[in-house]
Structure formats: C-alpha cells, structure tokens
C-alpha cells in the first residue's frame, strides 16, 4: 500500500513524498519501462512486443501493457479487421519519458561493454 493510500484510509492530510518514488510507482517493474523503450521508434503489435521482450510471459506482458494504458502513458489501439489488429503506442504523457528511456538505453549499452 502506497503512503498516499495509508494517508487517506487514516484521515491524514497529503505525504510528502520523494518524486522518484512517484515515478517508479508507475514505470517500475521488470518489463514497463522494456516496453515502452520498444515503443519510443513507434507503435507495434503485441507480436512484435513479445520477440521484443521474449523472456516476459504473455501474463506480465499484457498486464505490463493494461497498467501502461491505465496510467495514460501506452495507447492501444484496436482496428476493426479480421483478424482484429491491436497496435500500440506511446501517449504524449508517454512520450515526455523518452529522453529518461534513451538515458537508460544509453546507461545499459555503456554497463554491458566494460
């Protein structure tokens, strides 16, 4: 339970709370912020997401993607085929996390080849 809800159930006015934790709140987990660097060249399938990422189950990866479209930084598309076609993109929410993503990108290239 988050401080803020404990704040809330407890009557208590807002917590301070550190802006990291806030952000990690809603972009942490293993495959999030995987996925939306995926996203950053533009949208994709859920296909293409999981040869992307294919060590994250079907389960996380669809729950990852449903928690992304909650919080309004992943927009799922749905077009009205057959088969029906789902693609997925960032938001301009989303977009605004990209130099943060190529920053982790860039981070991860620089730690592998020590």
């Known amino acids: 339970m988050t401080a803020e809800k404990m704040a809330a159930e407890m009557n208590l006015g807002p917590v ?15 495959w999030k912020t995987v996925l939306m660097y995926h996203l950053v060249s533009g949208e994709k ?4 997401l999981q040869r992307l990422a294919p060590q994250a189950s079907d ?4 729950r990852s993607l449903k928690e992304l479209e909650e919080d309004g930084l992943v927009r799922r598309q749905v077009f009205a085929e ?4 789902v693609e997925y993109s960032l938001t301009q929410d989303g977009e605004t ?7 982790m990108g860039e981070w991860g290239s620089n730690r592998t080849n020590r």
């Open 82 to 85: 057959v088969p029906v076609r």
């Open 16 to 30: 301070d709370r550190c802006p990291v934790e806030t952000t990690v709140e809603i972009i942490g987990g293993k």
């Open 59 to 62: 389960r996380m990866l669809s």
């Open 97 to 103: 996390l990209v130099p943060i993503l190529n920053a």
């Open 45 to 48: 399938r859920y296909s293409e």
